[in-house]
């Protein structure tokens, strides 16, 4: 059976990828390995459309994100989060270990967060010092208007610190000109290569946040030292993976030929044709506001989620993702971001209208990949 | 050019391991994963030597070190540092970010700490929390007598906490009975892999005092959330570099197929070679006691240090690592650790007679590796 991995990270990984994984180990403190550094680095900045330099962290998102909160935050310090997930819970729980005095403005899994409720939220603590939020929340599947809060928190003397792991480059995103002060993504997602790495991107506003915050309690994750040995010739402050960022640079020369506006279409159009195929099924969405990346379905009544995902496994060789923690059997997170394309989510659709009819659900044939097709046709018409 | 890679870190990788490394990327949310991290922490409680669980982190070896750090002392808590070279003043950079109270017990590079030194710290400092200490010191070449220390601070109510990134599996070492608390390693070095992973392993005595310590400022690094997921069933608390720990488990069939004991006899016999080498070529060791995971060789006068590892790699394809910071051009620093064997080390031993000769110094051409070989025979005989 053909495997396919749809799970909202880790993801596939192109074979050229793979390959570079597999080539000898070499020395990382050598030009060579600056020499690949300072490509990853231009590459990323390209993907996160920003002029400055993009840090690159060996771990895991959250890690990226920690580092944000410590190496700008005090303890004391007021924060506003815009949870509307569990990825938004994490930076809850980031902030509570830091000792932030921070103001949760939350909204029920499935919705988004507002622009009103920020403002509000800002108008009331005009102390506050940093916003973060969410970009693709993947537990729900909703993607969070961050062009319109960077507005708004652009206004203020507050950082606007994003959460994009797995929505960096499935949607729009313009970090210096939405005013996205920290910019957090993963290795894993969009970026095309396994789990390890994190990468942040920093405003000279942040900037100045951090070098003011003299006494930052984190030695892996202070930013500052990885600026200080990027600048001192694309070097890293520890032993980095340095195999990951060497095979990151492949999978960034992809992104570069496809061209960032290409990928944002390319996931819009699997967007569009992973909403279709499942409306046409019978189906709901379960986000209020969806990103491209994952579209999450509602498990309709009187259906075993979880059968189903297990029959799309054992059957078909489909891996989606289930629901998490309590949303476990009543969501289907169906990802399609990275190296996916257009006639994987087909054959998602597909393997799902079987398997609903084998659970004995009413379904006209063929009417979830009909409608899937059509979305793809119509995008792509937009397109030329 | 065939080329030999004889840093102290990152190491030659098996090919079967780097293999692995690129197949397609599976989900880590799933048994299949589950049920690789099991095996890989039974075959690392074997490397260890520990009955106990060893946490698996997304990192640098350094994220292992603050882990340690950042668990299991609060600010303000007393610790005793034996610091003998560059990764010792780790030790001391971290727990300054931690505002731990540190009291530094040194020596000059090249030598060894004392366990009388040791003793008369903990008869000083009474109310001491925790005892760091380096195992190999790559920056110099020594090997501390972990063994000692952990036999005078199981005295007391400090734990003892190791910095065995490089040492473990080149030397002797049992976590369990040797009294070792904390002890820390990563991918790079012994256990063949590329960098990207941490490990630690905690004894009942240290996750006491981890409980104990309810406001541990890490998120990411906290060992409770390590432990926790581990209990669930060998999970992960965030993201993992999964594939890298899948390739882990092959490097560690590799070991367990070797036999712990083996592999130290192996990095003896190396090690014994590089020195007998060495000292027939006229040369001096740095290290007062040298580890058996590299040997660090003073450039003598005359030489410039720098141009011959220059010679050695772009005539050659021997890379050895030169002196860190201050000590650059002063050292050269031969690592035989992971998936090198003694033939490797006749090659460096050959490599450098060549490049000194070259440089117009007397030398009897063969003297080097003739004593290599000898050491290497006298080894062997030992074994059988």
Known sequence: MKPRLLTPG?????????????????????????????????????????????????????????????SALAPGDKAILMLCGRWGERWRNICKVHGIDFVPVEVPFGKANTAESLEAALKQHPDTKAVFTTFCETSTGVANDIKTFGSIVAKTDALFIVDAIS????????????????????????????PGLAYVSVSPKAWAKIDANKNARTFYL???????KIAEGNDTPFTPAHTLIKAQRTSLKRMRAEGIENIWARHARMAAAARAGAKALGLELFAERPADGLTVITVPGGIDGTAILGALEKKHGLKLANGQDDMKGKIWRLAHMGYIDQFEVLAAISGLEIELMRAGRKVTPGVGVAAAQAAICEHLSRVS
């Open 10 to 70: 880790p993801t596939p990984v192109p074979e050229d990828t793979l390959l570079d994984l597999a080539r000898p180990v070499f020395f990382h403190r050598s030009a060579e390995f600056r020499a690949i550094l300072g490509e990853v680095i231009e590459d990323l900045k390209y993907v996160f459309q920003t002029a400055h330099p993009v840090m690159v962290l060996t771990g895991s998102g959250t890690a990226g994100m920690e580092a944000s909160v410590a």
């Open 167 to 194: 929505g960096l480059a499935t949607m729009e995103c313009r970090t210096d000109d939405w005013g996205i002060d920290i910019n957090v993504t993963g290795s894993q997602k969009a970026l095309m290569l396994p």
């Open 222 to 228: 202070d930013l500052k030292r990885f600026r200080a």
